[in-house]
């Protein structure tokens, strides 16, 4: 699958992409007709898509493009089950890409169809459950938190009938993101200690990075910074190893939040425009609007007046050229550029807190599934 994409990815017409797809020049349509005719190539550009979540998700959206396309002819009614299964999990995984380049209510949409593809056949409730973790996902990310403590404990119940021992993993793990979103940062690292010894035992490294990580939050929260500091280098020696480009930033950002106490202001903003730049070049514009926040908040505490309004000069400039949620540009839109200390100081509070609150934050993450 990767002779599929050797098309640069700064082109800026996304079908460019495909153009190798199955050493042809294909586009949408007659991409989503081979994949329709030929179920092991749908399976595998599935595969594919999945794969790209942690590396590259803006190409995972245009893959599971091409997938729905070619299962919107699928239903149960003039299907076999693999073919009904292939057409939940395409949507499935249309949902995970679309959270994971920020269209969250649109992710909301693909779940729906997902869990209605999937539901009704004994033969496919473990995928269901999958789906209902995707959903709980979404729930969590518009501030549902008891909803989504529902659909854990449902499809949780569900792998552990069925010992799917690493997708109940992901149960856990999802909990744990919970409690840290509440600032239960002592009930999260429990939970995030737990499931990072299971995902040791199942030999899991991807989800072990992904926890270390995790944990290095919690310690950064509950100042206990050696143990943060463990917890950030071991993840990003982990996501490195393993190709995960996508979250390096993500520890980047906790190594840069602790050093903040322990370095001069030139240290701190020079790592975190670096960290900024990482977000930019991973396509991730709300996250780096998150890392520019931080540095206004910096020239804040400082009274440095020109280099916060150099700063708010650059958040705008960001956020006229990005793509990004409607939520978030609004909360961004919120940082004037002019007026006295005090109000831009005042405006960089309330868009962090706003990004925070739509769960935008480039904190604890975990991946679709």
């Not at 329709?36 to 979540?53: G, K, P, V, Y």
């Not at 509440?182 to 690292?189: I, V």
């Amino acid at each position: 699958m990767r002779a599929f994409w050797s098309a640069t990815h700064d082109e800026t017409d996304e079908k460019k992409l495909i153009r190798n797809l199955a050493g042809e020049r294909l586009d949408y349509a007659r991409a989503a007709r081979a994949a329709r005719s030929n179920l092991t190539f749908l399976r595998a550009i599935l595969t594919q898509a999945h794969e790209d979540l942690d590396r590259e998700p803006r190409r995972a959206r245009l893959l599971t493009s091409i997938a729905i396309r070619a299962v919107r002819l699928i239903t149960p009614r003039n299907s076999s089950v693999p073919a009904q299964a292939l057409a939940g999990i395409a949507w499935k995984e249309r949902g995970n890409a679309l959270r994971a380049t920020g269209r969250i209510r649109r992710a909301g949409i693909a779940a729906e169809y997902a869990l209605t593809r999937l539901g009704g056949s004994d033969a496919l409730i473990v995928e269901h459950a999958s789906a209902l973790i995707l959903k709980a996902q979404i729930e969590q990310d518009l501030g549902h938190d008891k909803t989504a403590i529902q659909l854990l404990e449902l499809a949780g119940a569900t792998f552990q009938q069925n010992r799917e021992h690493r997708r109940y993993l992901q149960t856990i793990m999802l909990r744990g993101i919970i409690e840290y979103e509440a600032k239960d940062y002592p009930r999260a690292r429990a939970t995030f200690d737990a499931a990072l010894t299971a995902a040791e035992r199942l030999g899991d490294d991807r989800e072990a990075a992904r926890l270390r990580n995790n944990l290095g939050f919690c310690a950064l929260h509950l100042r206990d910074l050696v143990t943060a500091w463990d917890n950030f280098l071991a993840a990003v020696t982990g996501f490195r190893a393993l190709g995960m480009t996508a979250e390096i930033p993500r520890a980047e950002w906790g190594l840069a939040r602790l050093l903040r106490d322990h370095s001069t202001t030139q240290e701190l903003v020079a790592d975190l425009r670096r960290v900024c730049a990482e977000f930019t070049q991973r396509h991730m514009p709300v996250e780096a609007a998150t890392v520019l926040l931080e540095i206004a908040a910096i020239f804040v505490g400082e009274r440095k007046f020109t280099e916060l309004r150099m700063v708010c000069a650059e958040l705008h400039e960001h956020v006229a050229h990005a793509d990004m949620p409607l939520l978030a540009r609004n909360a961004l839109a919120r940082v004037s550029t002019d007026g006295p200390l005090d109000v831009l100081a005042a405006d960089v509070a309330d868009a962090r807190n706003l990004l925070r609150h739509i769960g935008r934050d480039p904190q604890p993450h975990i991946p679709g599934h």
